[in-house]
Each structure stands twice: as C-alpha cells, then as structure tokens.
C-alpha cells in the first residue's frame, strides 16, 4: 500500500508540473514519463469500463485531448451516459454543431476487407458486444489504393500494408485510431460472429 501511495504521489506531483508548465511548454516537448504519468490519471483510463489498449499512440493521444479538450470530453460523456444495449443502430450527434458524432451499427465479423484511413477525423473504436479483429498499419506503409481519397465522406480504401499489428477488441478495450493510423476493421476472431460497435468521430486537430 505505501508503494502505491508513493507512486500516487508522484503521478499527482508530476501532473502539477505539467498542468503548471501548460503555458510554457507544449505536449510535444513532454518526455515520454510525462506523456504516461498524464496517461495513467486521464479520465480515459478511469471512467469507464473500456480502456485505451497498448496499441495506443500515447503521445498524439494527449497531443489530441489537450488542444481539443471540449470535443474530447462530449465524447466521454456520451460514452458514459448510455447504455450500450440501449442504443439503437445509427448516427447520433453529440455535440449540438455535429462536429463529434457517434454511429451505432450490427454486422457479421469478415473473412477480409480493405484498409480504410481518414484524415479529418479520429476514430474511437469500441465493440460492445462480441468480439472483432482490427488491423492496424502505418499510413505509409498501406498499398494498392482501391479507392482514392473522399473529402466529403473522408474516407479512402487500400488493398494491403507491408506492416501490421493485430488488435483485438472486445468491450473492454477502446481503440483509438488516429489519421496516420490506417485500420481494417471487422474481421473475424476464429468463426465469423455478430458484433455490435460503436464508432465515435473526433475532429483531428492540426498541429500548430
């Protein structure tokens, strides 16, 4: 108990010093403990019963949350103010202009399907019922562009990736995708089998 108690303290400490630094020094001049002591104590981590898996880019994760703080959390709030099971399948806004929205959708897992990649928003993947494979690539290192960009739908496809990393995801973790993250999503674990996801969008924030 007291090396927890310790390691609390820290992390509290640590946080002062950042939150103290904020004006003087930007999240992408954070050291990677720093990057993790904010990890460790965001309300992400903490306030509902998914959590970021390892798969997560830290670093453009707080990069993200702090310089759109209000976006980030409507999203939590909806996110924690319904039920899952009680959703019906669509689109539903979540803030008034409809720039963070979440769509509530019901399929059967896949034997294959093409990379998609977004550049305007972030997906916040998390399947609450079942279980689904989400491959994850390098926005470089996708290839055989199967359908081009789509600015109104912000969408664009590929057939393949020289490199990939496997996630699964189930309704305890919550993928966080970012636009240099290109994602096939819906892929079966084992046999294929019903899902149901919820997929929240995010605005990407520029970096400055």
């Not at 020094?25 to 992400?44: L, Y």
């Not at 409507?74 to 963070?100: C, H, K, M, R, W």
Request: charged share 25%; proline share 6%.
């Amino acid at each position: 108990h007291t090396t927890m108690k310790i390691k609390t303290a820290t992390i509290i400490a640590m946080m002062a010093i950042m939150t103290a630094c904020g004006g003087a020094r930007s999240v992408s001049q954070w050291s990677d403990q720093e990057i993790d002591a904010w990890f460790a104590v965001s309300d992400w981590q903490t306030a509902l019963p998914c959590k970021p898996g390892p798969e997560t880019d830290k670093r453009q994760f707080a990069e993200q949350v702090l310089s759109n703080p209000e976006a980030w959390q409507a999203a939590l709030e909806f996110l924690q103010a319904n039920d899952p099971a009680s959703l019906a399948n669509g689109t539903y806004d979540i803030t008034p202009d409809g720039s963070v929205y979440a769509s509530v959708a019901r399929y059967t897992t896949k034997d294959s399907a093409n990379f998609e990649a977004h550049r305007k928003y972030i997906d916040l993947q998390y399947v609450t019922e079942g279980r689904e494979c989400i491959q994850i690539a390098s926005i470089d290192s996708v290839n055989d562009c199967t359908q081009p960009y789509d600015a109104k739908k912000d969408i664009e496809f590929y057939a393949s990736a020289t490199s990939l990393t496997e996630c699964p995801a189930d309704s305890m973790r919550l993928v966080i995708l970012f636009p240099d993250q290109a994602h096939k999503p819906c892929m079966k674990i084992g046999e294929k089998a019903p899902v149901r996801k919820i997929v929240v969008k995010i605005p990407y924030t520029e970096k400055q």
